[in-house]
């Protein structure tokens, strides 16, 4: 389960609530909040940036939002989040 905030107060109470019946989390967070709502967390902790900060820090460019939402898709299936049945289920379309 994707949980954007997860570092904040209410986020780490839905991560603390999905973990317990069985979710596998990622923890979406802003560069620099803290870590101390998701002690306890067995979560990936990814890091988000907005579009001006992710240019000068990673190199990052703006891309259509399908292609965006198509690529993290595409994440998420080849590292485990989505089951087998899912994945065969899922029509990539280019």
Known sequence: MVITGAAGFIGSAVARA??????????????????????????????I????????????ASRPAREAIRESARWFADNGYVTARRRAAIKWRE
């Open 18 to 47: 999905a973990q317990a019946r069985g979710a596998k989390i990622v923890a979406l967070v802003e560069p620099g909040a803290g870590d101390r709502n998701l002690e306890g967390i067995d979560a990936d902790r990814v890091m």
């Open 49 to 60: 940036f907005n579009d001006e900060r992710a240019r000068a820090e990673i190199g990052y």
